[in-house]
Every structure is written in C-alpha cells, then in structure tokens.
C-alpha cells in the first residue's frame, strides 16, 4: 500500500521515545529535572493520535512494533501550558509536565494488538542563547515524546478506530 508508514517512520526511530499502556482516563504528570536554571526557557506540549494497524508483545508484556504500520491519523493538538506545564523551580529547573486525560475521545477495540490507537505526546522546550564559563551557546530548541497505547474500557465505545468517520481523521490505506 501506498503512504503507509512504519511506527519508526512515524516516531523518528524506536530509541527516541518512551511508551507505555494506559486507558483514555488516564492522567499522569511527569517530573522533568533540568538541574539548571530554566530562567526564559519556554515551553509547549503537543497530542496526536495515529492508528497502527497490530502491535505485538513479547514474553515480558513489551510492546513490539517491528512489523505495525501507522494506517490513519487525527490532526495534532496544542495542549494548554498554562493549565498542563508547571516550573516548580525556574533556579533548580523542575518542570512538572501533565498529559491531561481523555485526548482522544473516539472508538477503540477491545483488542489490543488489533488497529490500536496511540497517542503521542511532545514536549518542547526552548532555551535562549546564553554565556556559560565566557561561551556563548546559541538557542536550542528540544524534545522528548512518549507514546501511549490506548487501552479499551468501560465508557469507551467499542469499535473500529481505523473505521472512524471523525473529523479530521486521515486514513493512509487510501494513499
């Protein structure tokens, strides 16, 4: 098929991202210690759901995505930083970044392996330029993602992701 990616084509490669298996309920914060200031840093956290088409485990319970395909897409959303990222300390560089529940609202399958939603989430963090020890860094711009895979349950409707007629969905299968 034509215009189906890979999950490493889509992530960028399988060490640059965490990922783990939650519900749609679910709302985690994350602790991200700079051990630094982080004094006119700024910062921005970003969702997107794709669809891939199976997801394989292996004897641990690890997800293996060496043969998924991402086969659909929703549209990137901005995540409220003045409601999601908190700097608990701008001279020690604590920033406390929460991934807000309820993302993605549409079908999942009770199946696990089988067209599974994942939902990736991107923080970004901008650091002006800046003189340390009489050098001079330029500004830098990072990011760190984690994915989660979306699990059915109760209060989610059963269903087909990949058959979603939602909004902005994109299916590649017809590419």
């Excluded at 490493?8 to 399988?14: E, H, K, R, S, V």
């Excluded at 292996?58 to 999601?84: C, H, L, W």
């Excluded at 079908?107 to 994942?118: G, T």
Aim: charged fraction near 15%; glycine fraction near 6%.
């Amino acid at each position: 098929m034509a215009g189906v990616l890979t999950i490493a084509d889509w992530l960028g490669g399988p060490d640059d991202i965490q990922c783990e298996s939650v519900f749609p309920s679910t709302k985690k914060t994350y602790v991200y210690n700079f051990a630094r200031s982080v004094s006119g840093w700024t910062f921005q956290l970003e969702a997107q759901a794709v669809i891939v088409d199976t997801i394989a485990y292996d004897r641990n319970g690890d997800p293996n995505f060496s043969a998924s395909q991402v086969i659909g897409y929703f549209p990137k959303e901005m995540v409220s930083t003045s409601t999601y990222i908190s700097v608990a300390s701008t001279s020690n560089g604590v920033v406390n970044v929460t991934h807000p529940s309820n993302i993605y609202t549409d079908k999942i399958l009770p199946d696990s392996r089988k067209n599974v939603p994942l939902l990736v989430f991107s923080f970004q963090w901008d650091q002006p330029s800046e003189t340390i020890s009489g050098v001079t860094v330029g500004a830098q711009s990072n990011s760190h993602r984690i994915a989660k895979i979306l699990a059915w349950e109760p209060g989610v409707t059963p269903g087909d992701p990949a058959a979603t007629t939602a909004t902005g969905f994109v299916s590649l299968a017809d590419e």
